[in-house]
């Protein structure tokens, strides 16, 4: 399969292009360098089958210049992270709205498979437990900045089946539920990678509330197995798939695991959710995931223990640490990034990559 990983240099688009690689496909990977790194795609540049393009998914010629030279596209690319959405809601809508619609638009013009990441935010704040793809969402008001995520998502979910409906583009909606492992950075706002920093560097680990939350985690590696085999089932399309684990623990449980992984002295400290994000920010307490209808199309169940997952992110961050000479934890928050803001861009250098004009 030829496949274009739209946000391919992020966390999720990294692991599922070193899936997908393993399956034999070729990969095409546009990412801006927003919120993901070419530290995550460093390591597959030298694969003949591996090419990718710092660009983004606005640029309608550059997508469909890719768009034309695959067979599916996973739209991964898009604003995520609590903190960013909260501070940068505009460009947290635009990117996931306008950006969906490019892809889809230009998907449709060649008739190509796309796979829409979606996310378990869009139930919002249904009490339900577990969530299935078929249950209300019960967003929160706009005046609630988080929100703005789920509904944008909830938008391109909506678009894309219509898009399925419609013009018989086919297209499969995924919902991811928290997904962690190495790679994933915790700038903004992911719970795992912060804690796991914070344990290592000995500064207290920061429980947001009173941590009785409870969320559950999957292993990204067991996600994009899943992703791999959806698109090699007819049966998917025009289908919406929740992927996730659920087993359920609550962050206050979270924080403790770590530090006892770890082996860390770090006191566990709590940060009304007034502080960490913004005055009335609301949150769910509870957020688990069926995974029946995945399990019974495709026999995806999550394999990976969430000790486990900890111990991979430990080891994952040590090295980081250990590499970058730091031990304390990267709050920057870096949009929009340049193309020249990084050496490692060089095109001359990276005869893999494709350049602007879109040859290899
Ligand atoms: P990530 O931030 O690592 O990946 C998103 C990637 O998209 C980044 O590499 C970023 O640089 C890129 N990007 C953003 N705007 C872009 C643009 N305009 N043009 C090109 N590239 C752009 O996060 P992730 O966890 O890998 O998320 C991947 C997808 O999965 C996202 O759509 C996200 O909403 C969804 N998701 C993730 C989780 C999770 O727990 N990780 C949960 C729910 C949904």
């Known amino acids: 399969m030829r496949v274009l990983i739209t946000g391919g240099a992020g966390f999720i688009g990294s692991h599922l292009a070193d899936h997908l690689l393993r399956l034999g496909d070729e990969i095409w990977a546009v990412d801006d360098l927003s919120t993901g790194s070419i530290e995550n795609i460093e390591h597959l540049k030298t694969n003949r089958l591996y090419h990718y393009q710092i660009g983004s998914i606005m640029d309608g010629p550059t997508i469909a210049e890719l768009v034309d030279r695959c067979d599916v596209i996973f739209h991964l690319a898009a604003a995520v992270g609590v903190?960013?959405?909260?501070?940068?809601?505009?460009?947290?809508?635009?990117?996931?709205?306008?950006?969906?619609?490019?892809?889809?638009?230009?998907?449709?013009?060649?008739?190509?498979?796309?796979?829409?990441?979606?996310?378990?935010?869009?139930?919002?704040?249904?009490?339900?437990?577990?969530?299935?793809?078929?249950?209300?969402?019960?967003?929160?008001?706009?005046?609630r900045g988080r929100w703005s995520y789920a509904c944008s998502k909830a938008i391109d979910e909506f678009l894309g089946l219509a898009y399925w409906k419609e013009k018989k583009l086919p297209v499969i909606v995924v919902r991811f539920f928290n997904t962690v492992?190495?790679?994933?950075?915790?700038?903004?706002?992911?719970?795992?990678?912060?804690?796991?920093?914070?344990?290592?560097?000995?500064?207290?680990?920061?429980?947001?509330?009173?941590?009785?939350?409870?969320?559950c985690f999957g292993y990204v590696g067991d996600v994009v197995q899943a992703l791999g085999k959806l698109v090699r089932t007819e049966a998917a399309v025009g289908q919406v798939f929740n992927i996730g684990n659920n087993d359920e623990v609550s962050i206050n449980e979270l924080a403790e695991r770590v530090k006892k992984i770890t082996g860390s002295h770090s006191p566990i400290v709590h940060k009304p959710y007034s502080k960490a994000y913004e005055e009335g920010f609301e949150d769910m307490p509870r957020r688990v995931p069926s995974v029946d209808k995945i399990h019974k199309l495709v026999g995806y169940r999550p394999r990976t223990s969430l000790n486990e997952i900890i111990r991979m992110v430990a080891d994952f961050e040590r090295a980081r640490m250990a590499r970058s000479g730091k031990s304390g934890n990267d709050t920057q928050i870096r949009w929009g990034a340049e193309p020249d803001e990084s050496v490692e861009f060089e095109s001359s250098s990276i005869p893999k990559a494709i350049s602007p004009t879109g040859h290899a």
Do not use: C, W
């Not at 914070?198 to 947001?208: R, Y």
């Open 83 to 143: 903190r960013l959405i909260i501070e940068s809601p505009v460009r947290t809508i635009e990117t996931n709205i306008r950006g969906t619609e490019i892809v889809l638009n230009l998907a449709a013009k060649k008739r190509k498979l796309v796979v829409l990441a979606s996310t378990s935010e869009v139930y919002g704040k249904s009490n339900k437990v577990p969530f299935s793809e078929d249950d209300d969402l019960v967003i929160g008001p706009p005046v």
């Open 181 to 215: 492992g190495p790679r994933q950075t915790g700038r903004y706002g992911m719970v795992l990678p912060t804690f796991v920093r914070q344990a290592l560097a000995g500064e207290p680990i920061t429980v947001f509330g009173d941590g009785t939350q409870s969320r």
